[in-house]
């Protein structure tokens, strides 16, 4: 009952809801419980690039995944039988991925990840109908392990939670450093104290702390390091940095260096538009999701420019070919439909009263990804 | 590649673990002492009014929130606490007067299905009113940062003045209790409802005065600890779910059951986390170590209520 009326609400609202509409998009994303924040800004980026496209022959159902794999599927499911959507989109969480994707790009749906990355989908578990315009899991990680040696570090601590992608990114991180480690710790999902782990560090005699804790759990993290003392430089993915989360840490974050594919001061006309058009609609900066939500509509907008979704292979060539103006910048799939992309390093900084990031450097060049070799496809 | 010990190098070996240990010993008892303050309420809604709250998490929130928009307003830390008590208190009371009083003779099954939607309504709530970004509370000035105890720890401040709030918290609420009448009605509350209403107690005004004593409490805690983690919608259930450990350890119903399982729940928690990948790391490669312990660590705490409960199925001080 919930479900139901959540997609009615949101199909209601959709921007052209008109009956000659050619292509359906089905957007699964959080957008209530405490991921919340993430799912709405791939929202309101992706809906912003719908709206300023203008074309009636988009329409978009919205769903709120609450973050639960089973709901998740039930949405996928409604959207693929009663709605008939062509492309799915929205999904934040990997293991929500997991349950959608291979069933979605089985049923013939093209399927456009505007976040999520698990290795398993980049390697052998690749798919000709799936797209991720994001970045794969490991590369933020990859760019954080070759920031550490420019900066110099010799002896990281590293920390993430115990689930798949924090495994991902301990991986990407130790693939690309090349110091020693002083600890390596992994956190229960979801934690919030960090004094136990804390004192480990402080005791560890380590010269830097890599930490990968997305959301709250960067949050809770980042002030307890603070009130700590300690001063080690600390490194990690955008993930714990973005627009939504800065706020809410304050001083504790200024000076960190993260890891991003994207930041509101990458100078082209696209995001300095972006960033302008979203502020304007939503009255607030947009995050790296907002971005990544944009440049995925923004590519299949460009796709349904030349082709048409009843023909599949021309419509997948012209999403593989990617030609639309990324607020990246250059932009490219790999061979296993994955981003080829920079990576930069962010200071986080004060303008006025907001926190936000300052890109200081380019972490990896024309990155892919560490599994595109084992796609065969 | 993979650094095995977490110990420096040799020569200060002793003296760095004596105080690795004793700043880990400081995190449990800060740990416990906050759980104390959940669960202190649940126990006593359940004990008293025979209630399963499931929406206790919801009130920590609520606390939480107030205090950060108090903060965020006035400036004063303070103010923000006195908020986060009154906004609980009254969020405590007024759903005790519209919906939890029709729960007390239902059976336990109806009381979840009613605080479990309790949970969703707070949340959505709260996100309407506040949005989905996490809320900006910060420790106050004056108890920011580190300090050096005696043995050359350093720990922080605010951590510290948590133990001791809290430990003062748990101080006035036996006194309560054991002293004060109307400790006296609510442990007669306990003991028998029927009894002390025909003994003209105005038991209604005594359900609600607990009710909100016990949001309070929940909502002090949910203010405490946001200023050191993050305020945002769902921080209370994982708390919950902590507070009814406790509370199935201690004994449901026991203050005195409350603290001494808080402080074993927190201690277990702190030390399992710190020692078992250590520990671990003596039998087994470092790289498994640190994945099992940490797997293993997160168990401890239901490991210990399911060993207490061999021994002693009403919990440590529980009684029946």
């Known amino acids: 009952m919930k479900i139901r009326s959540a997609v009615l609400a949101a199909s209601i609202a959709a921007l052209a809801a008109s009956a000659s509409a050619d292509v359906k998009v089905g957007m699964i994303t959080t957008l209530s419980g405490g991921g919340a924040g993430l799912g709405i800004d791939v929202r309101d980026g992706f809906l912003l690039a719908v709206k300023q496209a203008e074309r009636d022959d988009l329409e978009v159902f919205v769903g709120d995944d609450q973050r639960k794999p089973d709901v998740a599927v039930q949405l996928a499911d409604k959207m693929i039988q009663s709605e008939k959507v062509d492309v799915l989109t929205g999904i934040i969480w990997s293991n929500l991925a997991m349950a959608v994707v291979p069933s979605a790009t089985a049923q013939d749906k093209f399927y456009l990840s505007p976040n999520a990355g698990p290795s398993a989908l980049a390697g052998k578990g690749c798919h000709p109908n799936y797209f991720n315009v994001a970045w794969q899991n490991d590369n933020l990680h990859e760019a954080a392990g070759a920031y550490a040696n420019d900066a110099g570090f010799a002896n990281s601590f590293i920390i993430a939670p115990n689930y798949p992608a924090g495994k991902d990114a301990l991986t990407g991180y130790k693939r690309f450093f090349e110091g020693e480690l002083a600890g390596e710790l992994y956190t229960k999902l979801g934690q919030t104290d960090y004094a136990a782990e804390i004192a480990q560090i402080r005791a560890s005699g380590a010269d830097s702390v890599f930490f990968f804790l997305p959301g709250g759990m960067g949050i809770s993290f980042l002030k307890q390091y603070a009130a700590s003392g300690i001063d080690l430089p600390v490194v990690g993915p955008a993930f714990s940095f973005d627009q939504g989360i800065l706020q809410a840490v304050g001083d504790a974050a200024l000076g ?54 009843t023909d599949p292979d021309a419509f997948r060539a012209a999403l593989k070919a990617a030609n639309f103006d990324s607020v990246r910048g250059s932009f490219k799939f790999g061979d296993n439909h994955h981003p080829i992309q920079d990576i930069y390093v962010r200071e986080v900084i004060k303008e006025g009263d907001v926190y936000t990031n300052k890109i200081i450097a380019t972490g990896l060049t024309n990155h892919a990804d560490a599994y595109a070799g084992d796609c065969k496809m | 590649m993979v650094g095995g010990s977490y110990l420096p190098p040799t020569g ?20 416990g002492v906050m759980l104390f303050l959940m669960s202190a309420g649940l126990t006593l809604v359940f004990g008293v009014m025979g209630l399963i709250n499931l929406a206790h998490g919801s009130l920590y929130m609520v606390g939480a929130f107030a205090a950060a928009a108090v903060a965020a307003a006035t400036g004063s830390f303070v103010l923000a606490l006195m908020a986060s008590l009154a906004a609980a208190a009254a969020a405590g009371a007024i759903i005790e007067l519209t919906i939890i009083r029709r729960l007390y003779n239902r059976d336990h099954l109806d009381q979840v299905l009613a605080t479990f939607a309790l949970i969703l309504i707070f949340s959505e709530g709260t996100r309407w009113i506040f949005g989905s970004f996490p809320l900006f509370l910060d420790v106050p000035q004056a108890l920011s940062g580190p300090i050096t105890l005696p043995g050359g720890i350093e720990y922080p401040l605010y951590r510290l003045a948590i133990i001791g709030i809290g430990l003062g918290v748990a101080t006035g609420l036996f006194a309560m209790i054991n002293r004060t009448s109307v400790g006296i009605r609510i442990r ?69 059951g409350a603290l001494v399982g808080a402080l074993l729940v927190g201690m277990t928690d702190t030390l399992g986390r710190f020692l078992l990948p250590q520990m671990l790391g003596w039998i087994l490669e470092p790289s498994s170590a640190i994945s099992i312990g940490s797997a293993v660590s997160s168990m401890s705490i239901y490991i210990l209520m399911a ?14």
């Open chain 2, 12 to 31: 200060t070996v002793f003296h760095m673990t004596f105080t690795l240990f004793a700043e880990q010993l400081l995190n449990g008892l800060q740990f």
């Open chain 2, 307 to 320: 060993g207490v409960l061999i021994y002693r199925p009403q919990g440590l001080y529980g009684s029946g």
């Open chain 2, 188 to 256: 007669a509350g306990e003991a028998d409802r029927e009894m002390i209403a025909a003994l003209g107690v105005d038991i209604a005004k005594l359900y609600t005065f607990v009710f909100a004593l016990g949001a309070a409490l929940a909502g002090f805690a949910g203010a405490l600890v946001g200023a050191i983690q993050s305020v945002q919608v769902g921080m209370g259930e994982p708390v919950l779910i902590l507070a009814f450990v406790v509370i199935v350890i201690g004994g449901i119903g026991s203050i005195k």
């Open chain 1, 256 to 309: 960190v260096k993260n890891t991003s594919q994207w930041n509101k001061d990458i100078n082209n006309a696209a995001n300095i538009s972006f960033v302008k058009d979203f502020e304007t609609e939503y009255g607030r900066l947009p995050s790296l999701y907002a971005s990544q939500g944009f440049d995925t509509a923004n590519l299949l907008i460009s796709a349904m420019e030349t082709a048409d979704t």
